[in-house]
C-alpha cells in the first residue's frame, strides 16, 4: 500500500483526479489516437464527489476526454428501479458521468431491479471480464471499515452478489431517503475478489469519522471485520486520505518519508 496524507480535502480531490487521468492518457482514452480505453471503477457517496467535480472541471476546460473510456459501478441497492433517483446508476449519472463525454452504454451498473439477481450478480462479473477488467477502481470507506456493499465479516474471496446490510449502514445512507424506512435492506455489490481483480484500488477517507477504519484497514490485521483491510492484500494499492483521517495512523513518518523519496518516474 502506499499511504498518502494530504492537507485537505481539495488536495485529496485533485490527486484522486490525477490518478484517474493518468490511467485515461496512458491508455490512450484523452488522446485522439486509436487506442484503447480505460476501464475505471466508480464508487458512489459524499467521499468521491470531489474527484468527481475535479475531473468535470477537467473536462471542461482543459480537454479531458473520456470518449474511448467505460465504467462500471461498484454497487446497486436491491430492488430499486434504474429510474429512482436514489439507485446507484441515477447517482452517478447525476453527479459525474453525464456531465462528460462517456459514450452511449459506456457507463455500466448492476441492475438492481432485475428478476434474478444471482444471474444479475454473474452477469456483471462477466461484463467486467469482457471489458478487460478494471483499471482503476475508486473507493471510500465505511465508518466500520466497509467497502463497496461488503459490510464486516464479507468473505474476503466474494465475488458480485446479494448482501444485507447492517443497520448502521442504512442509518448512514438514511440522509439520502425519506426515512431510514425507505432504505433497502438489500443489495448487489462487487465481492471484495472482485474489487481486488482490479489492476490500482484507490482508497480515499476524508474526516476525523473515518480515521478509525482507515487505521485498521491500513495498519490492522487482514481481518473480514475490516473488509477494507484485504487491500493489504492487492500490489498496487493508492490510499488517499487528509489530515483529519489520518490522525489515527501508527506510522505516519514512514508514509511521509517514502512518499517524500518518491521517483519523479513513478505515478501513484
Not at 447517482?91 to 459525474?96: A, D, K, L, Q
Not at 475508486?138 to 447492517?166: Q, V
Request: glycine letters at 8%.
Amino acid at each position: 500500500m502506499e499511504i498518502v496524507i494530504l492537507p485537505d480535502t481539495d488536495a485529496v480531490a485533485r490527486t484522486a483526479a490525477d490518478v484517474v487521468q493518468g490511467c485515461i492518457e496512458r491508455t490512450g482514452a484523452g488522446r485522439a489516437d486509436d487506442g484503447p480505453g480505460a476501464v475505471l471503477g466508480l464508487a458512489t457517496g459524499s467521499t468521491p464527489l470531489g474527484a468527481y467535480r475535479e475531473l468535470i472541471r477537467r473536462h471542461r476546460q482543459e480537454g479531458l476526454s473520456f470518449a474511448r473510456a467505460q465504467a462500471f459501478t461498484l454497487d446497486e441497492y436491491l430492488g430499486l428501479p434504474p429510474d429512482h433517483p436514489e439507485s446507484y446508476r441515477s447517482v452517478i449519472r447525476r453527479e459525474f458521468t453525464d456531465s462528460v463525454d462517456f459514450p452511449d452504454g459506456a457507463v455500466h451498473s448492476l441492475d438492481g431491479h432485475a428478476p434474478d439477481p444471482v444471474a444479475e450478480a454473474a452477469r456483471y462479473d462477466a461484463a467486467i471480464a469482457d471489458a478487460g477488467g478494471i483499471d482503476v477502481q475508486i473507493l471510500g470507506i465505511g465508518t466500520d471499515g466497509h467497502i463497496g456493499f461488503n459490510e464486516p465479516m464479507s468473505s474476503l474471496a466474494s465475488r458480485t452478489r446479494i448482501k444485507t446490510l447492517t443497520e448502521q449502514t442504512r442509518r448512514d445512507n438514511a440522509r439520502f431517503f425519506p426515512s431510514e424506512e425507505d432504505v433497502p435492506h438489500h443489495v448487489l455489490t462487487q465481492g471484495l475478489a472482485t474489487i481486488r481483480d482490479a489492476r490500482h484500488l484507490l482508497l480515499i477517507g476524508l474526516g476525523e469519522a473515518k480515521a478509525e477504519a482507515i487505521a485498521a484497514a491500513v495498519e490492522g490485521p487482514l481481518a473480514a471485520a475490516c473488509p477494507a483491510s484485504s487491500l493489504q492484500l492487492h500490489p498496487h494499492t493508492t490510499v488517499l486520505v487528509d489530515e483529519a483521517a489520518a490522525s489515527r495512523l501508527q506510522h505516519r513518518e514512514y508514509y511521509e518519508y517514502t512518499l517524500a523519496q518518491k521517483p519523479d518516474w513513478q505515478a501513484y
